[in-house]
Nanobody, 119 residues
Framework: QVYFVESGGGLVQTGGSLRLSCAAP????????LGWYRQAPGKQRELVAR???????NYVDSVKGRFTISTDNAKNTVYLQMNSLKPEDTAVYYC?????????????WGKGTLVTVSS
């Protein structure tokens, strides 16, 4: 079963913008904190943006002021607006709950969406 379907990645120049989307029809936004994660080549996956069930958000320092996480609860979709992109933002981006959802001892990661920022 697929729990998270990410889209919206692509190739963009430094300073450009992208908006990522994540469809999560099986996830209750009411009862789960949500997150956008990324994994750059040769690095571990990291949480870059979080939305709490109450609606507050926080971000890793490297994306503060540039990235914005939001949700459309009617569509069960999570968004990540990314502005002023930098080459170091290049990564595969994933959404999941925070902490990441495991079901029957299995990960639920989607395929992610690749963001490439050229210098």
């Amino acid at each position: 079963q697929v729990y998270f379907v990410e889209s919206g990645g692509g190739l963009v120049q430094t300073g450009g913008s992208l908006r990522l989307s994540c469809a999560a029809p099986e996830i209750s936004f009411r009862f789960n904190d949500l997150g956008w994660y990324r994994q750059a080549p040769g690095k571990q996956r990291e949480l870059v943006a979080r939305m709490y069930t109450g609606g507050s958000t926080n971000y890793v320092d490297s994306v503060k002021g540039r990235f914005t996480i939001s949700t459309d609860n009617a569509k069960n979709t999570v968004y990540l607006q990314m502005n002023s992109l930098k080459p170091e933002d290049t990564a595969v981006y994933y959404c999941n709950t925070d902490p990441p959802l495991r079901i029957n001892n299995r990960d639920t990661w989607g395929k992610g969406t690749l963001v490439t920022v050229s210098s």
